[in-house]
């Protein structure tokens, strides 16, 4: 009975809350979810978080939070879900439909480093690093942007191997 009026109140902030920010308090506390204390991802949260935050574009498509939570969606798709494809496409649309965005610039380095280490694309990899320097000259990524395409199609073991080499 003496916590009753705590769980009154509760109900009347959630009921006051809005739809959207309901779906972004949910997004927020997945986030938070998403690393156990070991730095391990958890898949469950993962996959919970995916399909919460794409309900929330679709259902927020001019919400300004969109360009960061492509990039979030094409990272978990890439990296913890083994989806790169479906990575790739939002990638692409924080490329391309947010082209001012400052993380525009990074979603296409993102992107040929998919297709360079997800997918054996290198030719395609290629390209896309191509575009990034001619059209981010200067940007902070250039440098390893072609330090990438200098490696394209050494196996990871083999640049370890190299790097140990070079550092020893």
Same mark, same amino acid.
């Given at each position: 009975?003496?916590?009753?009026p705590?769980?009154i109140?509760?109900?009347?902030l959630?009921?006051? @809350?809005s739809? !959207?920010?309901?779906?972004?308090?949910?997004?927020?506390?997945? @986030?938070?979810?998403?690393? =156990?204390s070991?730095?391990?991802? %958890?898949? /469950?949260?993962t !996959?919970? *978080?995916?399909?919460?935050? /794409?309900n +929330?574009l679709s259902? +927020?498509?001019?919400?300004?939070?969109?360009?960061d939570?492509y990039?979030?969606?094409?990272?978990?798709y890439?990296?913890?879900?083994?989806?790169?494809?479906?990575?790739?496409?939002? #990638?692409?649309?924080v &490329?391309? =439909? #947010?082209? %001012?965005h &400052?993380?525009?610039?990074?979603a296409l380095?993102y992107?040929? #480093?998919?297709? =360079?280490? +997800?997918?054996?694309?290198?030719?395609q990899?290629?390209?896309?690093?191509?575009s990034? *320097?001619?059209? +981010?000259?200067?940007?902070? *990524?250039?440098e390893?942007?072609e330090?990438?395409?200098? @490696?394209?199609?050494?196996?990871?073991?083999?640049?370890?191997?190299?790097?140990? /080499?070079?550092n020893?």
């Open positions: 009975m003496k916590y009753l705590a769980l109140l509760t109900f009347i959630i009921a006051c @809350q739809d !959207q920010d309901q779906h972004l308090n949910k997004i927020n506390d997945l @986030q938070l979810e998403l690393i =156990d070991e730095f391990n991802t %958890n898949l /469950e949260v !996959q919970e *978080l995916v399909v919460e935050i /794409e +929330y259902k +927020y498509p001019d919400s300004t939070t969109m360009p939570y990039m979030q969606l094409g990272d978990l890439t990296n913890v879900l083994r989806l790169p494809v479906k990575g790739l496409y939002f #990638f692409q649309k &490329h391309s =439909d #947010f082209p %001012n &400052h993380q525009a610039p990074v380095f992107k040929a #480093f998919a297709l =360079d280490n +997800y997918m054996g694309q290198q030719d990899a290629r390209l896309v690093y191509e990034f *320097l001619k059209t +981010y000259p200067n940007h902070e *990524l250039s390893t942007v330090l990438s395409i200098q @490696q394209l199609g050494i196996p990871l073991d083999e640049l370890v191997k190299q790097f140990e /080499e070079k020893n």
